[in-house]
Each structure stands twice: as structure tokens, then as C-alpha cells.
């Protein structure tokens, strides 16, 4: 008896929303207007979804959300700066580079923030951003390309492999100042990771090795892309 006015009453919370409430229930993100500038907050959580729907009960980033809002900032006339806060545990590694690509491209100030953790394809994702933070206590585990499901044990997937592998090893080390030796050093260790060959590195050694610009939290990446904002408009 008392679960139709429950289910009316969510319904009409719903229509009541705002449009930035809408934009962050739906996409994650959310568009902040300031005397310094108006700003897109872009987050990146839980799973990058590729090309196969992942369970409902995942928590994930779809990318075929994300690419066209990407879009959408750059042209935008409204939007100065975009702000990318970080904290996946990886996932497809297209859609992953995909989204990192698109950023990189971007010609207005970008800045990335990693919290929490950064992960695997998450990596990429926290170089890609003009400049990138990560706070203190948030990680990042490098690890060599895996795929799940059916592999064939030939040459041709081990090359297939290979290949996908220096698409990631070329664009972070491009995007950031880490050399490729450290880089490679840190994804081939052994005896860090449990069944698994990588590593996990932490806010201040992310930093020190290059991988990331500078350690600071979500006022220092505000301060940054204001500074940012502030050069384009003076150009």
C-alpha cells in the first residue's frame, strides 16, 4: 500500500532537480562558475567501460558519455578550463585511451587530480591533463597489458600485446617526465604484486620519478587551472 506515494514522491523529487544536480547524477560531472572563471569538473571513477556493458552493480566511467562532453567543453564558449578528478581502478584499455587522448588534445587548460587511486589505464588518464596532481595518500599500480576471456597462445597475440603495451608506454612518457627505463623498471618488478607482475607506487614517489607533476589536493589543482585560465586570457 505504501510503496506507490514512495515511488511518486522520488519521481517528483527527480523533475524537481537543478540542471547542475542532473549533470552530476548523470554524467559526474559538473560545470562551477567563479569571478576567476567558469570550470568543467570532469570525475573518473570506479571502471572504464569499453565496448561491453559491464554488470549494473559496477561502478563505472562510460566513455561514450565521456568523448562528447569532452567535446562539448572545448567548444564551448562558456567553459575556460576543464578539471579531471581521478580515482579508477583502470579498465578497458581503448576506451581508457581514448578518453586520455582527447584530453591531451585539448587547447584550453586542463588539470588532473588523482585520488585515491589511479590505476592501470587510470594512468594515462593522470598524465594526459596540461598539468597533474596527486594527493599524498592516493596510489597508482603500473602493471603490463592483461586481457580477460579467451586468448590464443600464438605468437600473433603476444605481438598483438607487445603493440598495445607501447601504445601506453609512448603516450606516458610523452605526457609526462617520467623516463621509459624507470617506467618499464616499475611495470616488469616482480615480488611486489601478488600473482601479478607491476608495482604500486604513492603520491610522493608518483612525483619523484616524474610521473606526476606536483603532490597537492583539490585547492592547489584549482589554484593551477585558475593560473592557467588567467595566462590564456592575458594572451
Known sequence: MDQEPMQTRQENGCEGQDPLTEQITDLGS???????????????????EGHQVLEPTAKTTKYEHVLPLLAAVEESDQVDGLLVLINT???????????????????????????????SIGVPL????????IAPS??????????????????????????IQERI???????????????????????????????VI????????????????LGDALDCLHGMIAEARGK
Open 30 to 48: 559538473a560545470t562551477i562558475k567563479t569571478g576567476r572563471g567558469t570550470i568543467h569538473t570532469l570525475t573518473i571513477v570506479g571502471q572504464i
Open 138 to 163: 592516493a596510489a597508482m599500480t603500473i602493471h603490463p597489458v592483461r586481457l580477460n576471456g579467451l586468448v590464443i597462445g600464438v605468437s600473433q597475440t603476444f605481438d598483438y600485446f607487445s603493440r
Open 169 to 199: 608506454l609512448q603516450f606516458v612518457t610523452r605526457h609526462s617526465q617520467v623516463e621509459r627505463e624507470v617506467f618499464m623498471d616499475r611495470m616488469l618488478r616482480t615480488g611486489e604484486l601478488a600473482a601479478d607482475v607491476g608495482s
Open 126 to 133: 593522470a598524465v594526459c591533463a596540461k598539468a597533474s596532481f
Open 89 to 119: 581502478v583502470g579498465g578497458d584499455i581503448e576506451a581508457g585511451l581514448a578518453i586520455a587522448e582527447l584530453i591531451s588534445g585539448m587547447k584550453k587548460p586542463t588539470v588532473s587530480l588523482v585520488l585515491g587511486g589511479g590505476h
Open 202 to 217: 604513492y603520491g610522493e614517489e608518483a612525483v619523484s620519478i616524474g610521473l606526476i607533476d606536483r603532490i597537492g589536493g
